[in-house]
Nanobody, 123 residues
Framework: QVQLVESGGGLVQTGNSLRLSCAASGFTFNTMGWFRQAPGKEREFVAA????????YYADSVKGRFTISRDNAKNTLYLQMNSLKPEDTAVYYCARSSVRLRVGRLANEYDYWGQGTQVTVSS
């Protein structure tokens, strides 16, 4: 049974940092990704990482500020978010890709999703 549980969200001021974690169970070595959804907006891609952590892919809006990583020994996915901006405010979701050899940005390539964790950045 596949399960994804996010943690680490919260309220921070502009310029501060947060690290999100996603505890995974029921599978190994799939591409994993982070998405976010702000109120009134569609869910958007944030970052993805391949099965061994070597290949990463970022949305332009977070490139240089966010870092995705994974620890397969702990079955955990991370998103280090630095220099946070108010426009980063959203519910953040981790997801498992159904396509093992691709690091993609399309939500329909991801078949399991966590429940989400709220990130709020105040100005």
């Amino acid at each position: 049974q596949v399960q994804l549980v996010e943690s680490g969200g919260g309220l921070v001021q502009t310029g501060n940092s947060l690290r999100l974690s996603c505890a995974a169970s029921g599978f190994t070595f799939n591409t994993m990704g982070w998405f976010r959804q702000a109120p009134g907006k569609e869910r958007e891609f944030v970052a993805a990482v391949n099965w061994n952590g070597i290949i990463t892919y970022y949305a332009d809006s977070v490139k240089g500020r966010f870092t995705i990583s994974r620890d397969n020994a702990k079955n955990t996915l991370y998103l280090q978010m630095n220099s946070l901006k108010p426009e980063d405010t959203a519910v953040y979701y981790c997801a498992r890709s159904s396509v093992r050899l691709r690091v993609g940005r399309l939500a329909n390539e991801y078949d399991y999703w966590g429940q989400g964790t709220q990130v709020t950045v105040s100005s």
